[in-house]
């Protein structure tokens, strides 16, 4: 409304000044450069007072998304593992290592762990509930995140994420009771061959095809890997002391799997079960 009154206050000067410049002669010498003058200031005003309300008008309608993920505690058909209950017991048997922590102690009962199984079926988020001690709560934790992929839950039909409680059992034997594990002995155990024959089984075993040769940017470094040579020379309890990226130390685990027999230690002229720790490098070909 206060436009359309500027604009015809506008209109009505302009017949006045047109009316005294065609009396005095003074169109061109002082009318005219003050209504040009006028007519840029009243412009700039307006656009002024317009200027926000169309900034206002974009804000309103710009829309705004919100990305949510759900994960539920409880769902119609829960995640299950492959195979069922039978298969999951059977790979965490086969799977979890006594730590000798626990054994020395004689510590034994349950690991509460909590994790989400994604509705991709992948494990994401372990953590755990109710310890029994550090190495057992790492134990039982290292062996979930070792797990293959879920069957995931659904809600209405639809895959969803969940959460899903799992407890660990650690149980004692008569075996673990007696067994000792020494950290130091009077002969170390031996890779057959010795060293360049160890470093050469590695070398010949690591996959080719792992992500360190196959990416752009490799990751480049060393796992360090933990385990128990037996008296009887084979390999046991084989564990990631340092962590390099998740496949990596899969695949060390793996090779240190696939060594034969070792040359076992011995201690006092006696052959023994001894811990061996042992880098794999990873570097690309």
């Not at 991709?120 to 134990?139: A, H, M, N």
């Amino acid at each position: 409304m206060s436009r359309k009154i500027k604009l015809h206050s506008l209109h009505f000067l302009f017949h006045i000044f047109s009316f005294l410049a065609d009396k005095s002669g003074g169109w061109k010498l002082f009318v005219k450069p003050k209504l040009i003058i006028g007519s840029l200031l009243i412009s700039v005003s307006a656009y002024a007072q317009n200027a926000p309300q169309n900034n206002q008008i974009q804000q309103n309608t710009t829309p705004v998304f919100e990305e949510r993920i759900t994960c539920y505690d409880v769902v119609e058909q829960m995640p299950f593992y492959p195979g069922g209950e039978a298969e999951l017991s059977k790979f965490i048997s086969e799977n979890i290592k006594y730590p000798y922590s626990a054994i020395k102690h004689k510590i034994q009962g349950r690991v509460i762990v909590r994790f989400i199984v994604t509705k991709q079926g992948t494990i994401d988020k372990i953590e755990v509930l109710r310890s029994l001690s550090p190495d057992c709560d790492k134990e039982a934790v290292r062996v979930i995140s070792y797990m293959p992929k879920w069957i995931p839950g659904k809600q209405n039909g639809v895959k969803v994420s969940a959460w899903f409680t799992l407890p660990i059992q650690f149980k004692l034997d008569t075996h673990q009771k007696t067994t000792k594990i020494y950290d130091v002995v009077d002969q170390m155990p031996q890779f057959p061959g010795g060293d360049m024959q160890l470093f050469k089984f590695i070398a010949e075993n690591l996959k080719d095809d792992s992500p360190v040769a196959q990416c752009y940017n490799p990751i480049v470094g060393r796992v360090i890997c933990r385990f128990v040579v037996k008296k009887d020379g084979s390999i046991d309890q084989i564990e990631v002391v340092r962590s390099l990226d998740p496949t990596l130390d899969k695949e060390a685990v793996r090779v240190i799997r696939c060594m034969p027999k070792w040359i076992p230690g011995k201690h006092k002229g006696k052959k023994v079960n001894v811990y061996f720790t042992l880098p794999i490098s990873f570097k690309p070909f």
